[in-house]
């Protein structure tokens, strides 16, 4: 403004004979301190605080509101269907069933989730899980930003580091249908308790992190002893790039707690995910986890297994297609002698949509024959539709 | 035994180097500039991806947890991706309010702030176009930044940063003038963009840019919206079409085919196209493909 002004002034002055350019010198020197008078107002005016007195809003947390919802159809009844159970690892009328339960519509849930730092020191993450009748803090931990030697500390309730999926939430899943190895041993929730996390990350370039977690093992189906603390979990991954758009994911875990007998239950697993990434939003990922338990009862121990293993293609932006299997491997313990335990697998299939980042519609369908239902083996046949949204200030997913 | 510890300490000294991470090639290229020798310097995100969709690959967490310096873009374009890579690094260094942390979009004058701010909008950035670099001029600005954050972190080599930055901002404006020279041929051009990516450019060297492939920020072409581009560009007698190295080509060759347009491809960081390797190679590259 200032320099334009002048400068035509300049300008024009060359047009001036010599008497007129005194005058004209005066005038510019006269704008020159009226501008000089204006710039300092607005000066003045905009390092003025003009915030509401005692207003907080600028420390308001991130706040998202992430919905999930579907459309079932399953050719077994309602009724029979929240009876099932999975020979050697759910007794009938245990099954937990939160999600996709019913035929027809479905609300999963409503969840809450808030994150924010506290102060230079912690930051904070909470995630409460509302259900139609129900509300669940799913997740509320504090976790460090900036300690010393590359370690790093977590306490609260909070999701386990065991495995893969385990500390991933339902809405990042690749398939709404959680590993039948996680039900099974772990049920819906998968390991989430109380306790204690640190993690320390190697100093090498190549990825290394080890973690070891304190828990109260409040987790019945493989532990439940919460006389005190009892469940202690260990894990080592490690990540190599093996070409710039190749890469290699891969982690042992192992949780060793007290069952509900207060014997001992081991937990081991191994998981790998591979990677390729083919453009900007197209990828090929190949995420597998082998779970083996030893369940001492005391006079008996059961020792079981399972795996799954998901093939997922990420075409562009929008459309997603993906496979899975589960299966069962080993399953050493009281089966009943008059059903057939074998072969306890079940297929998945998935197609995605997403219009934006923060909605999807995914349809998935899956045989499964790893139920029995009535006493009998039961195989279901299942398909879903679900919507899910995060709206808000939801942050991105980790890896 | 004494002889070995001194020349180790010795060898410490004189290699002694910060570790600069850079989310972005181009972010990196003027580190190392300002830099030189003292600093070690290496990039998060590949330019040959969308800069707002980088897979947070655990690799990248071994390079930022012994990172001394973290230079971001910032204004939301690492919104997506770095913060659960900040999370996990576990290096108090480098997190946002540590001496270690440097947020280059708090040093530049952002344009196309939007008026409200909603996702009905598409992914918009309330900050403003985070795509400042596309602007040579703005590299002044960051080499300035850089060196002053470098000696707040290095200050024995105080002076080294300095210097450099002086020698470095000398060359950039005898750069900058032969740009601007050639740019003036370039003068009321008018385009069409894929993404708002290269806004900063255009303003800077007065070429209009009429519409984006992309009906909202980050929503995928829609047949009307692209039927609309066609008509638009007939209209206007527009007849460029920018194209980034990343998005999808087919749509801009569609409407290209339809309205006798050139598709240009354009980096839209240091090294995203093969010869884009160096700042004035990315510079230049730009100029000449919109040029000519």
Redesign the interface.
């Known amino acids: 403004m200032k320099k334009t002004l002048s400068l035509s002034l300049l300008l024009s002055s060359l047009l001036y004979s010599d008497s007129e350019l005194s005058e004209i010198k005066e005038r510019l020197q006269q704008q020159d301190i009226k501008i000089q008078a204006l710039e300092k107002v607005a000066q003045e005016r905009s390092s003025v605080n003009q915030s509401a007195s005692f207003s907080q809003n600028a420390y308001l947390p991130d706040m998202a509101l992430i919905l999930n919802m579907s459309a079932v159809s399953r050719d077994v009844k309602n009724s029979e269907y929240e009876t099932y159970s999975i020979p050697g690892f759910i007794q009938t009328g245990d099954a937990a069933i939160p999600f996709n339960k019913e035929r027809g519509f479905n609300l999963n849930y409503a969840e809450f989730a808030i994150r924010s730092s506290v102060d230079p020191y912690f930051e904070v993450f909470a995630n409460f899980h509302l259900h139609p009748n129900e509300f669940e803090i799913g997740e509320a931990f504090v976790q460090t930003r900036a300690l010393p030697y590359a370690l790093f500390l977590k306490a609260g309730k909070f999701k386990s580091s065991f495995g893969r999926i385990n500390s991933k939430h339902q809405h990042s899943w690749n398939f709404d249908m959680q590993p039948v190895i996680y039900e099974a041993l772990f049920g819906p929730d998968a390991i989430s308790d109380p306790g204690v996390q640190l993690q320390y990350l190697f100093p090498t370039d190549t990825y290394i992190m080890a973690g070891v977690e304190a828990m109260q093992g409040s987790n019945e189906r493989s532990f439940g002893d919460t006389e005190e603390n009892n469940l202690y979990i260990g894990y080592l991954k490690s990540s190599v790039d093996i070409t710039d758009e190749f890469s290699f994911l891969g982690g042992l875990s192992i949780a060793h707690g007290k069952n509900t007998t207060a014997n001992t239950t081991d937990v081991y697993g191994a998981d790998i995910t591979l990677r390729q990434q083919l453009d900007s939003y197209s990828s090929l990922v190949l995420q597998a986890e082998y779970l083996d338990r030893n369940k001492d009862l005391g006079d008996t121990t059961d020792k079981q297994a399972g795996l799954y293993a998901e093939l997922v293609y990420k075409v562009n932006k929008n459309y997603s297609a993906g496979v899975r299997y589960d299966a069962i491997t080993k399953n050493e313990t009281n089966l009943s002698p008059d059903i057939d335990c074998d072969n306890l697998q079940r297929y998945g299939a998935m197609l995605e949509y997403k219009p934006f980042e923060f909605s999807r519609l995914r349809l998935q369908y899956s045989y499964d024959q790893t139920k029995i239902i009535n006493g009998e083996r039961r195989d279901i046949n299942e398909v879903i539709l679900s919507l899910n949204i995060a709206a808000g200030a939801h942050g991105a997913h980790s890896y | 035994m004494k002889s070995f510890l001194l020349i180790m300490l010795l060898a410490s000294l004189g290699f002694a180097s910060v570790k600069v991470e850079a989310t972005y090639a181009s972010l990196g290229a003027i580190a190392k500039k300002v830099g030189g020798d003292l600093v070690s310097v290496h990039v998060l995100a ?1 330019s ?3 800069p707002h ?1 980088i ?5 990248l ?2 390079k930022l ?2 990172a001394d310096l973290l230079i971001i873009n910032g204004g939301g374009l690492e ?7 900040m ?6 260094k480098i ?4 001496e270690g942390f440097l947020d280059i979009s708090h040093f530049v004058a952002m344009i196309d702030k939007p008026n409200s701010v909603s ?1 009905a909008f ?2 918009i950035h309330a900050e403003g176009n985070p795509h400042y670099i596309l602007d040579p001029y703005n590299v002044l600005i960051i080499a300035k930044a850089v060196a002053q954050k470098l000696s707040q972190l290095d200050s024995q080599n105080m002076q080294t940063y300095k210097k450099n930055l002086a020698n470095f901002t000398r060359e950039w404006h005898i750069y900058l003038k032969d740009l601007d020279k050639n740019m003036l041929t370039c003068k009321d051009k008018k385009v069409i963009q894929y993404h708002e990516l290269f806004n900063y450019f255009l303003k800077r060297y007065g070429i209009k840019s009429y519409a984006t492939i992309e009906p909202l920020p ?3 072409p829609s047949s009307k919206h692209t039927l609309k581009l066609i008509n638009l560009m007939r209209e206007q007698k527009i007849d460029m079409i920018l194209q980034d190295v ?3 080509k087919k749509t801009a060759h569609f409407i290209a085919s339809k309205t006798d347009a050139k598709v240009k491809i354009i980096p839209h960081d240091v090294g995203a196209a093969k010869g884009s390797e160096t700042l004035e190679d990315f510079y230049n590259m730009i100029a000449q493909r919109i040029c000519h």
């Not at chain 2, 919104?79 to 890579?85: F, I, K």
Request: without cysteine.
């Open positions: 590949s040959q991806y969308d969709f897979v947070p690959k655990p690799s967490l071994s947890r012994r919104l997506g991706w770095l913060p659960p890579l999370r996990s690094a576990n290096n108090g997190q946002v309010g540590a996702r598409g992914d980050g929503i995928s990343y998005h999808e």
